[in-house]
């Protein structure tokens, strides 16, 4: 069987940088052909990075996607490496569509090339469009009706998109009637939690479907509320796992694979042949020799992440690439003493170092000594830069201007340390940080204009209780390198509390978090009604009251930062509930 | 020809109200009766109200809408309505759709049902799923497969929801195929400018395709960015207009019609039979006998509006259902003396009566004279509460902590006024509104937490052009009716300020308006390219400059309040860009 060596890069691409995307093939490439690669995988919509959203719609953006394309297989050429089968996600158009009503403007296309030679060689399009969770998909493009076969050392390799590979039928029972030898899908995969076992189970299944090899290779980074884990890997026909790439990692992960050699035999299938789900298959040879024998090396299979090392790993990279895509270089949060900020700052840290941390405490005549203490002892343990703002001068001066009593005055004062973080950040060019919990966000415990201030919410998506958790498991990942752990444990332990009256605690307002994130899985992620959740065991009134906070909540969540996306049902961009509605469960 | 009575109800549901919007229903249905009618019919969805969006994912809420059309069905009956073939849109759930990754979770349909004696004689679901612009039902609604026809006194009746008129094939096709007499269709159809046109030109191109007459009932009111503006029409086979009610307003639409006889040649057509994109014709026969032979009245046909009261009538009615609907009875605002603030004000007076309207002046150091008066000047004329806080002991409050100049100060201004409202709005329970227009809200020339602080942005979808025309309409409007112009002159006519330093005037930020808003009108609307405009023979240099500002300003308007949609691409909900995007149009 012919040998081929292949080479998946998974790499970061940023949305709408057509030339810096294209500048990342390029050196990738040279990564691969260094590493004796033939073939070389980007992810989906490589050039101009995922999702693009609207900018799907825009005529001028669409042509430089295809401009920038056909540069790039020059340029690959022209620095040498035309030899190399480059696999390429970008944005084109389709010239056959007929424009009607709701077809999206200019039939914009999610497609994939191949780059051989100075030229492109061969142009495929996404055929499945996903159109659920955090994808629109059916609005933005127009679906692909081929399967494309290119041919590279006497190997077919067959070309698919992503959702191509998660519904059955199209182009996965499409590659057995072309009797390919390689099925190669480019991804832009979104990170979910315990999604890498999925991920694995279903290229085993396909690889199996398609009685061929599965390489799958997915982008890194963070893109608004969407993360990009890689996990980038590759299994033959029996599902055998050949490599497999590290997860919110850049990584260039190589495999060597015995394939079957292309048919010669012209009655297997032809070009032309319509197959599986009205796909009409389309093939280019690039070479037919086989590569000269080399000595293979071993797979190379990345360690798996804990559950818990994932989510931190989402949530560094998330807020990492918010900061830097965005232009940004710095952060500013307000340090309170609880385990919000103080993990907020640990992650912010982690992601941009400490030293371009800015950590402010905003005490009130209601703040602990305490809570004092602890945010001090956060920004000394992280190595940020701290400051102190007391809030009494600004809140007593609303107060002498306006009667404003009970949830008023304690609106007021979230709202004055919302203003003075945005007055630093105007003044010094800070991204602001927004500290709040999904618990406290579903629940509407939060000051639209106050605590929720901020371009980024970084545990937007952690309810409370794991927010507990992950705070645990990067205190005991420091100890475990002998580093001093980040998070105070008076942050962790303390009972929480907003400290926007005398003696306030969140227990004064929520059920306790245990129960309460039990309920808002349910409710919020599992779409179960009243009475099934009811029927589940809990307390019919503990139900009715926590749904009826999550229920009139909903504008607040509207107005809130994005977030990194952990579990499936984030609040903000894919749950999409009118805000004017009536609706209650109980 | 049999004579058919047809009663268009042109209602005003809430969404989530299933028990107030099946009050409605049978609330109408007496008044059709009391006015002789066959057939009433009710807009889209109307049982639950439209559109829904991820409630049509949660099961309970489904089921909710099933029950209460069986029970409505039941209930109509007992009130001696069981005569009259009723029309109503629902929510139901596919009995066929398979599981499957992205298929909306219970498989929901968006329905239409005839109620007729006691129960429910016909079901059946949208076929063709708009999923542009404002909607996304691939992502709720699986669609419907079959052409459901109900015989009424010997007339068949073709059934369709709202995109099953827009776009070929489909139910419009089946029709002919089907023979029907008339084609009924139900509608939740969103206000765009100068809509109605297009609208009823659409209804007379049906109709001929199909052959028959053709009836339209669409909803009126509010919901969070869309308003309906009603229209409902009906046009004979021939195109003729038989009926038309009026924008904006709840109407009864009564036509009487001369329909053809249903055929009894068995051989025409059979239930069962696949026509048209593979839909399935089924049939109900509600009555056989003709009605007995009656005295037609003659056509009502509404007015036009034109194209500036039609959007002064969206804007009020889209700010009024969002106050009611949302459970409030007055608002709150700034009043800065400026155009915006003047035109919101007298918006909101039309919507819920001046006297539920507070204004509150914030005038600050750098605020003219000229301004605080013509701020009074207004409340004044519409008849509003007001009051004034000078923002200066807040300002130097924070001055006095934090070392803040140049645009940080600017901002921190707007911010202490945001402050302000939402402190007296928690206080007195009052809706914020944001006074923002789309100028400037492209352009990021407003403050996050500032003057963009509110609960709804009545005119965040005018151009700034448009605000002095709309107001100048209604000052005329008002002289037409013999009352007092509720916009001064002056704030009409003087230049405009943001008054955050001394001698400010927008133009030192922005073009004049005249050439931005064309330039905005290309580039946002009509997704026009950066070459193109420059084509159109714009000034290079001030294209540019225009771009990077809308380019640069998304994270702002995503933050920005809901307001009604006028244009078809409103900032917000319907125009999705990515946040972190490096694309630049220059």
């Known amino acids: 069987m012919p040998q081929l060596r292949i080479a998946l890069s998974q790499i970061n691409p940023t949305v709408g940088d057509l030339a810096r995307n294209a500048d990342l093939v390029v050196a990738w490439t040279k990564r691969a052909a260094e590493q004796g690669a033939h073939l070389v995988a980007f992810p989906e919509m490589t050039l101009t990075g995922y999702p693009v959203e609207d900018l799907a719609l825009r005529s001028s953006f669409v042509e430089a996607s295809r401009r920038t394309l056909d540069a790039l297989a020059v340029r690959l050429a022209d620095e040498g490496l035309g030899d190399l089968a480059v696999v390429v996600g970008y944005l084109d158009r389709s010239a056959t569509a007929t424009p009607r009503l709701g077809l999206p403007a200019g039939a914009p296309q999610n497609a994939v090339a191949v780059l051989h030679g100075g030229r492109v060689a061969m142009r495929s399009a996404k055929h499945h469009l996903p159109n659920y969770g955090v994808f629109d998909e059916f609005r933005y493009f127009v679906p692909g009706d081929k399967l494309a076969v290119v041919r590279v050392h006497g190997v077919d390799v067959a070309l698919a998109i ?76 029996a599902g055998a796992v050949l490599g497999r790439a590290p997860q919110f990692e850049e990584s260039l992960l190589v495999a060597d694979l015995d394939l079957p050699a292309a048919s010669t035999d012209a009655s297997a299938y032809n070009a032309g042949d319509v ?20 000595e293979p090396r071993p797979p190379v299979i990345a360690a798996k992440l804990s559950d818990d090392a994932e989510i931190y790993g989402a949530l560094v990279a998330g807020l990492r690439d918010y900061v830097v895509k965005n232009g940004f270089s710095s952060v500013l949060l307000g340090l309170s003493g609880g385990i919000d900020s103080a993990l907020v700052a640990a992650i912010a840290a982690d992601a941009i170092g400490g030293a371009n941390v800015y950590g402010v405490s905003m005490p009130s005549r209601y703040s602990s000594e305490h809570s004092r203490d602890d945010a001090a002892d956060t920004a000394a343990r992280i190595g940020l830069d701290y400051r102190q703002v007391p809030i009494a001068p600004m809140v007593d001066a609303y107060l002498g ?56 919410a970084p545990i937007k998506d952690l309810p409370k209780t794991t927010v507990w958790r992950i705070a645990r498991w990067r205190n005991a990942e420091a100890l475990r390198r002998g580093e001093v752990p980040p998070i105070p444990e008076n942050s962790i332990s303390k009972p929480p509390s907003a400290e926007l009256r005398p003696d306030q605690k969140d227990s004064d307002s929520l059920p306790e978090y245990d129960l309460l994130d039990d309920i808002l899985d349910r409710y919020v992620e599992r779409d179960m009604g009243r009475d099934a959740i009811v029927g589940a065991g809990f307390d019919p009134a503990l139900v009715d009251r926590v749904l009826k906070l999550v229920d009139t909540a909903e504008y607040k969540r509207r107005q809130y930062p994005p977030g990194t996306k952990i579990s499936l049902k984030a609040f903000g961009r894919d749950r999409r509930l009118p805000i004017t509605s009536r609706w209650r469960e109980s």
Request: proline share 2%; charged share 20%; with cysteine.
């Open 162 to 237: 992503c959702e191509d590979l998660w519904q059955d039928g199209g182009p996965v029972a499409a590659v057995r009637a072309a009797g390919a030898g390689l099925l190669m899908v480019v991804n832009g995969s979104p990170y979910e939690l315990a999604k890498d076992d999925v991920r694995l189970e279903l290229a085993r299944r396909r690889a199996a479907e398609a009685g061929c090899a599965l390489a799958y290779v997915n982008m890194v980074g963070g893109q608004d509320e969407l993360v990009f884990d890689g996990d980038s890997l590759v299994v033959d026909a």
């Open 275 to 294: 197959v599986a789900d009205g796909l009409t298959i389309e093939t280019a040879t690039l070479s037919e020799a086989p590569a000269a024998a080399y």
């Open 401 to 456: 201007s306006l009667k404003l009593t009970g949830l008023a005055e304690e609106n007021l004062q979230a709202r004055v340390r919302g203003t003075t973080l945005m007055g630093i950040s105007n003044q010094d060019g800070h991204l602001v940080l927004a500290t709040g919990n999904k618990s406290e966000l579903a629940c509407g415990y939060s000051t639209l204009y106050g605590d929720a201030v901020g371009g980024f």
